[in-house]
């Protein structure tokens, strides 16, 4: 009988109890409760918030096992298995689930152990002979433990799986990514129960099924413990005025050190986290600050993905020691990571979404039941709408949910060939294996016998290329993988994470200071400085996909881009947003009590003066003719990606009512349509417009989606094993891989134009790149709502940012600014 399927009832909580009384501590009634339906074989999620104790309250059950099971002999192979999104946060559970352990004087008989990224070679070593009682990984690296051909029995004794920071993985290919993993691990062990963590959700009970599994009823875990979520914001000085567009916010800088509390020698005195939204803001601000405040500089870090481990490591630690009181970070720390000296959070910029601001918050004072407070920092005045909107959804519990993505080809296929390493697979038991995943739970056995063929003979159309015939069929009808080198590729390219190409950034002497995209250093020439890290560096040469440089002095304003940094706003704060513009519309500020939209007094009567700004049910069209042709301004205030979507929607239905051709602008409140003059836009306005009827087609119609999907297509031929960027010696440039998947697209698009893959980046492009299913929620509102048509003679303050996101593209920012500059004075003289 495998290990977790033996009776848990017998199990005593007595000395879990004990040891919270020896610590002068007791514990919650949801971690009570999650405890006894551990040990009555039950699954679920627990859902508390962040640094309300959901740690003890997902492991604490599992240790009474092992304790018992301690107390006949030591422990013989994995029991617990622990998966967390970050490296960075298992380094903290690892001492979190220590401490009972040590404690409990189990360390000789039950030992904790990661395995991630950065675990080094010798403990890997060791964890290939023998897997420790209790392992706290990733998704990628429990991929790869599932390689191993010997995988059902290192694995088989686990009984029980946590999976922490849930709300964070389930909305990604990475969260399916586990759900597959966890189907295995369920074939290997069936009475294996697994329990998520999380802190932002709404839809709890989807969010569980998917976690546990179908024909599971999972258990939702609450608490009545409360962590008051307190949002401040940092207003702008009476001599400040915010800029109404763009994104950095350095002109807040001195309002924003003047909010840090310092001590006698003017160092913070509070440990502070300042989140920014990008690794190219957080750079911004790290090197503004360390000018503003030189004295600072031995107290104050910088931490974002791609800066060097042992950097990280190092900024971590000093948080933890509290010899850094202050961290310029991006989501790196978003996450789990137990920095308890943490008092203070700020937030730089856009919140984007109430959960996410929550999340943030929730890094200060992370203590259950303490309240935590964060500071927003505009960055230009529409933000201040978003801040007071963002208090508002906390105070009603308007959290966005998350949805999990729906049976992904391009994942199911890495899995097959993840599994034919591990022990192989028969096809009919795997089809039945993977439809116990939630995500997979409808798959039609003729998809998965499609997937089967891609990795067994490359499909229909790559079966003349034994490079794609992966899989192999034995002549006992069980899949597996023969070949070190085809072996070799898949574990080197194991996970869901994409992205850009990268290289790494080293001095002469080879110190890594990090990894910075190719597209970046492509644009430098020997000698330009930039910054990065912290510091000012001249690029030299580049040499075998890595960037050499030199220490720099000076300043300079050149700082990396990566892509995928603008985030849209969330669905949840677009209608707080609505209502929060309303409010200020109607003067209501001493009502609701709002400083932010009181601090927004002059943007708002200078729009209403010129224009009008719309109540929450109604969506505002402003129409204006200037030299460069007619413009219109639509304001949804629905987010950027969905404007996106929206905009090319619209210039296509309109084209069709009168001929012309379209230039589009979009930012998270509006969008631009820019054509001929005198084009009748207030004649062609309708209802008839925003209707979802032919909406499929329409988008289809309306975007370049052939360009679209072959770009997307890269990151769905590299989660498929198509392409493989990592290869044995030295990964494949960006541009190598960018060509690969390229003549593949084009192959596929000539002789398969029905492949699953190809069929699948053409969707993902309308979900993911224009939200397909909030665009069409979003048609059915514009279509009910009144629309006020303004026709004005200049841009008002709502319209100037798309006007300048159109712009920007191809005018310096000196040349910006004096247009914005020349705008504010000509409204400031009516």
């Not at 937030?347 to 259950?368: F, N, T």
């Not at 519990?397 to 729906?406: C, L, Q, S």
């Not at 002059?602 to 969506?619: H, N």
Request: aromatic share 6%.
């Amino acid at each position: 009988m495998p290990v977790a399927e033996r009776a848990r009832s017998g199990v005593s909580l007595d000395p879990i109890e004990s040891w919270f009384a020896s610590r002068g501590w007791a514990p919650f009634e949801f971690q009570r409760e999650t405890w006894r339906a551990q040990l009555a074989g039950r699954s679920g999620l627990i859902h508390v918030p962040t640094g309300a104790g959901k740690t003890y309250a997902a492991f604490m059950g599992p240790l009474a096992e092992l304790i018992a099971e301690a107390e006949m002999d030591s422990v013989e192979g994995l029991r617990v298995l622990v998966i967390t999104p970050l490296r960075a946060v298992s380094r903290d559970t690892e001492a979190a689930l220590r401490l009972p352990i040590e404690e409990l004087d189990l360390a000789d008989r039950v030992s904790v152990e990661s395995r991630t990224g950065d675990t080094s070679s010798s403990v890997r070593a060791r964890q290939r002979e023998r897997l420790p009682s209790v392992l706290i990984t990733t998704p990628e690296s429990l991929s790869l433990l599932l390689t191993r051909d010997d995988a059902s029995i290192k694995l088989g004794g686990v009984r029980t799986v946590i999976v922490d920071e849930w709300h964070e993985l389930l909305a990604s290919k990475r969260g399916t990514q586990v759900e597959l993993a966890l189907a295995r691990l369920r074939r290997f062990s069936p009475g294996l129960t697994t329990w998520g963590m999380s802190a932002t959700l709404s839809n709890l009970e989807e969010a569980a099924r998917t976690l546990v599994g179908v024909g599971v009823e999972p258990v939702l875990v609450g608490g009545e413990l409360e962590r008051p979520v307190n949002v401040e914001t940092v207003l702008p000085r009476e001599d400040d005025t915010l800029p109404w567009a763009g994104h950095l916010g350095l002109v807040m800088l001195p309002a924003a050190l003047e909010s840090v509390e310092t001590d006698s020698d003017g160092l913070p005195a509070h440990s502070t986290l300042v989140f920014v939204n990008t690794r190219s803001q957080a750079e911004r601000w790290f090197n503004a600050i360390e000018a503003a405040r030189p004295q600072w500089r031995p107290v104050i870090g910088l931490h974002h993905g791609s800066i060097d481990r042992d950097d990280r490591h190092a900024v971590e630690a000093g948080l933890k020691s509290g010899k850094i009181r202050l961290v310029v970070a991006t989501s790196s720390l978003d996450l789990g990571v137990d920095f308890a000296p943490v008092e203070r959070v700020m937030q730089i910029g856009s919140i984007k979404g109430v959960a996410r601001l929550m999340q943030r918050a929730g890094r200060a004072s992370h203590r259950p039941g303490a309240p935590c407070l964060i500071r927003c920092v505009p960055t230009n005045t529409f933000e201040l709408f978003e801040i007071a909107a963002a208090r508002r959804a906390i105070e009603v519990g308007a959290i966005e949910p998350r949805v999990g993505e729906r049976a992904p080809i391009d994942v199911l296929s890495q899995h097959l060939v993840t599994v034919a390493l591990g022990g192989g697979f028969e096809s009919g038991a795997m089809h039945e294996e993977v439809r116990t995943a939630w995500s997979y739970r409808d798959l039609p056995r003729e998809e998965f016998e499609w997937a089967l063929d891609l990795v067994v003979r490359g499909g229909e159309t790559l079966k003349a290329y034994p490079e794609y015939h992966r899989v192999v069929a034995g002549e006992d009808g069980v899949h597996r993988v023969e070949g070190k080198r085809l072996a070799q590729l898949h574990r080197m390219n194991v996970g869901t994470i994409t992205g850009d190409a990268v290289m790494d950034i080293r001095f002469k002497n080879g110190k890594k200071i990090g990894f910075i995209e190719e597209s970046f250093i492509d644009k430098l020439r020997p000698g330009e400085t930039f910054f990065f890290a912290g510091r000012t560096l001249a690029f030299e040469r580049v040499k075998d996909l890595t960037a050499f440089v030199r220490p720099a002095t000076g300043r300079t304003n050149h700082t990396p881009i990566w892509g995928g940094t603008r985030l849209p706003i969330s669905e949840s704060l677009s209608d707080a947003v609505r209502d929060a513009i309303e409010a200020a519309r109607d003067g209501r500020y001493d009502a609701i009590a709002e400083p932010e939209l009181a601090a927004a007094r002059r943007f708002v009567g200078t729009q209403v003066k010129l224009s009008r700004l719309p109540d929450a049910g109604e969506t505002l069209a402003e129409i204006t003719t200037t030299r460069e042709g007619t413009h219109l301004f639509l304001f949804p205030f629905e987010g950027r990606l969905v404007h996106g979507g929206l905009a090319a929607l619209l210039a296509l239905r309109l084209s069709r009512l009168r001929s012309a051709t379209f230039s589009t602008a979009v930012n998270d409140y509006g969008l631009e349509l820019l054509t001929e003059k005198n084009y009748p836009f207030a004649e062609l306005l309708s209802p008839a417009l925003f209707t979802t009827d032919g909406l499929a087609e329409d988008a289809v119609e309306s975007v370049n989606l052939s360009a679209m999907a072959k770009t997307q297509f890269r990151e769905v031929a590299r989660v498929a094993g198509l392409i493989s960027p990592s290869q044995p010696g030295a990964p494949r440039s960006m541009r190598q891989v960018q060509a690969r998947s390229s003549l593949i697209y084009d192959v596929f698009e000539q002789f398969d134009p029905q492949n699953k893959l190809l069929l699948q980046a053409r969707r993902e492009v309308l979900e993911k790149q224009f939200e397909r299913s909030r665009l069409g929620r979003t048609l059915r509102r514009l279509g009910e709502n009144p629309l006020p048509v303004e026709i004005l003679n200049r841009p008002t303050p709502l319209s100037l940012p798309l006007v300048i996101e159109r712009v920007g593209a191809r005018l310096s920012s000196e040349s910006i600014a004096e247009r914005v500059a020349k705008m504010r004075a000509a409204w400031d003289k009516e």
